[in-house]
């Protein structure tokens, strides 16, 4: 999609369609007063309402307030948008009303539309392009590579063409287009890789895309296949993989190098590509969703796709664990003991904890770089689910100040966490009689008990554990720029915390 920035008067704007965004309570401009009733209209939030007005192509009027203007559109559709209270304004609701936008002018099949871009003094035009793009671009994205017939829900109309009409600053604007551009291109990226299917997004897919990404951006990408898996002791990734026919992959995709001002940041995603329990097999309802559940490395993926076109000032290494937990005749089994990469020993309760022994194996390999922070997501546990529902994903941390960063992030970005502690007593849960630690700790805190597993993996590092299973899929919309399927979670809020850490300013 091509996306224009320019200073201009919506109403003069001759395009397919025009969108007037409408603060709640805010008159109308006359223009329009005789085409909608007032009672059909009141600008609330994400109200929207197509009016269809004569047209007036010559003599553009000169007043540039459009509130103030009596003289007619010159664009024949004008999309009526509710934006609400003007003081409720927030990135998150400009995100919304990009996704809105961007959804009705498709359903409408119009290929083009302009629209002045909603500010505040609160939200000012920079800020609001980056998150009403950011949405707008989400919002639109759907995966339909495998559609071959027609399907009268899908509106045919792709969405080319967007104008941003601004008061002033558009170079400022279209840097902040070009930020939310690559976003998108990191969640879309992430949310492909989600919703294809198992038997496209392989562990071998995983590590192919992962080239690519080094590949397009000047990155170094090592794959590590199972015999060097084996000459490492990687036991936790080899475990899980013994049931799959699909060979496992330890993907390593590194981005600028170790300087001493700079920071070293892993990011560690579950890169399980189908999780069907493994012998501790999984009932049969759902377990088709279990194809996201490498999400954790979509997001770290994605983060990696979104960096490189940002090009930021850091050195980020992004870990990989991809496999298969299926039930192939060598699988693992419910009694076997691993021995993970960092020596420590597991004792294997339950064949589908596999997220978990995958990561093992990639934050003890994180150690190797000395890292500033380690950061790892994964579609750990359902218990997360049961805590946090779909609205945050689980935090866990051994640094506070670090999970402080990564609050902040989450709030600007708008991409939930919430904290679950780590106390010792979680810690003693996943204590095994015959092995160091074994992996289950039962279905009492089954999130936090999970992120007391990963503690034993990271050493003394500075280390926050996002547990995504929540958050990383959506079936109903509440939130309109995630479509349903796989959401992308993570490349925001990750993305958002490289930039402050990087001190890139926007
Ligand atoms: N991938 C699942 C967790 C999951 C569940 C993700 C629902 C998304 C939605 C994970 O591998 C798993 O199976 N966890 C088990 C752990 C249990 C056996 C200790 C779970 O949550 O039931
Ligand atoms: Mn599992
Ligand atoms: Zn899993």
Not at 82 to 101: C, F, M, N, Y
Not at 308 to 336: C, F, I
Not at 451 to 460: K, R, W
Request: net charge negative.
């Amino acid at each position: 999609m091509e996306i224009h920035v320019k200073q201009g008067n919506v109403a003069q704007q001759a395009d397919r369609i025009v969108v007037l965004g409408t603060w709640q309570d805010a008159p109308l401009p006359d223009s329009l007063t005789h085409v909608v009733e007032s009672s059909d209209w009141n600008g609330a939030f994400k109200q929207a309402l197509l009016v269809y007005v004569p047209t007036q192509t010559t003599a553009a009027p000169q007043d540039s307030s459009v509130q103030s203007t009596s003289a007619p559109f010159a664009s024949r559709r004008v999309l009526l948008v509710g934006l609400g209270e003007k003081a409720d304004w927030t990135p998150e609701r400009s995100r919304q009303v990009g996704a809105l936008i961007g959804q009705k002018v498709r359903e409408l099949q119009q290929s083009s539309a302009t629209l002045t871009l909603p500010t505040t003094d609160a939200l000012g035009a920079s800020a609001a392009a980056r998150s009403l793009v950011e949405g707008l671009l989400m919002g639109v994205y759907r995966f339909d590579s495998f559609k071959t017939l027609p399907d009268e829900r899908v509106p045919t109309t792709k969405l080319e063409q967007v104008t941003l009409l601004v008061d002033a600053d558009v170079d400022g604007v279209k840097k902040a287009v070009d930020w939310a551009k690559a976003i998108a291109a990191g969640v879309n990226l992430a949310r492909d890789l989600g919703n294809n299917p198992p038997v496209v997004a392989t562990p071998t897919y995983l590590a192919e895309t992962a080239q690519r990404i080094a590949q397009d951006h000047d990155m170094t990408c090592t794959i590590f296949d199972h015999d060097k898996q084996v000459e490492l002791g990687m036991g936790g990734l080899l475990g899980v993989s013994k049931g799959a026919r699909e060979p496992a992959k330890f993907i390593i995709l590194e981005y600028g190098q170790p300087q001493p001002d700079r920071p070293t940041i892993v990011l560690a995603g579950k890169g399980v590509t189908f999780d069907a329990g493994g012998i501790s097999i999984k009932p049969a309802a759902d377990m088709d969703k279990m194809k996201m559940d490498m999400q954790g490395a979509g997001a770290v993926l994605g983060t990696m796709e979104t960096l490189g076109r940002l090009k930021l000032p850091l050195h980020v290494v992004a870990l990989v664990g991809a496999t298969e937990n299926l039930l192939g005749e060598n699988a693992y089994k419910p009694g076997d003991i691993l021995k993970a990469l960092n020596g420590v020993t597991i004792e294997v309760l339950n064949t589908d904890a596999e997220g978990r022994l995958v990561l093992a194996d990639a934050l003890s390999y994180a150690q190797r770089y000395n890292p500033t922070a380690i950061i790892d997501l994964a579609t750990l546990t359902g218990a997360c689910v049961v805590a946090l529902g779909s609205y945050a994903a689980g935090a866990m941390t051994n640094n506070p100040a670090l999970l402080e960063r990564l609050k902040a992030a989450a709030d600007t970005s708008g991409e939930r966490i919430w904290e679950l502690p780590l106390w010792d007593e979680y810690k003693r849960q996943v204590r095994s009689d015959i092995a160091d630690i074994k992996n289950t700790g039962g279905r009492n805190g089954g999130a936090i008990t999970a992120g007391a597993f990963l503690s034993h993996f990271v050493g003394d590092f500075p280390w926050v554990h996002l547990d995504i299973a929540g958050v990383a899929w959506t079936e109903d919309q509440p939130k309109n720029y995630n479509p349903k399927g796989a959401t992308g979670y993570g490349v925001r809020l990750l993305t958002e915390l490289l930039r402050e850490w990087s001190g890139v300013s926007l």
